[in-house]
């Protein structure tokens, strides 16, 4: 279990306060699939994927992305419990759809560079270090079924 100051909750409260999720899911899991270029992979039914401006314009990228998040945003309801909240999609994850696990972390690294160009200034040392320990926790925890 992670555990969390008072001042640790507010910053990812913070940070989710200015997250739309609608922008920021497409953004964070489009920049994973150009970035990465690997983990296309795991799309072969998104359908065209071969360029940069294929994958910018690839409505089931786009809504895939805010699927990502949704669940994603699921853990700041359930900070105390992000194991248990996020077993059975680690299953999926782990047994049907055979994702490498490191995606997890890869999409997070481009969803915090997303934020951060969206916050700017605002995203302070402090709230960004609560913003990645919360990451981390819901990257574990969607490996967990791996270990």
Not at 10 to 35: F, M, N, T, Y
Not at 43 to 48: K, P, R, T, V, Y
Request: charged share 20%.
């Amino acid at each position: 279990m992670v555990e969390w100051t008072a001042a640790e909750r507010r910053h990812v409260e913070a940070v989710w306060s200015k997250i739309d999720i609608d922008v920021c899911g497409p953004l964070a899991l489009q920049r994973c699939l150009i970035v990465y270029p690997w983990t296309q992979r795991y799309f072969g039914s998104f359908g065209d994927l071969s360029t940069d401006a294929a994958i910018m314009g690839n409505p089931k990228v786009a809504k895939h992305g805010v699927v990502a998040l949704t669940g994603l945003r699921t853990a700041l309801d359930h900070m105390d419990e992000i194991k248990s909240t996020y077993a059975a999609l680690s299953v999926l994850h782990s047994e049907k759809l055979h994702v490498d696990p490191d995606n997890f972390r890869l999409l997070c690294e481009c969803l915090t560079i997303v934020v951060a160009g969206k916050m700017g200034k605002k995203l302070s040392p402090e709230m960004q270090a609560a913003w990645q320990k919360y990451l981390c926790a819901v990257v574990s925890a969607l490996g967990r079924q791996y270990h």
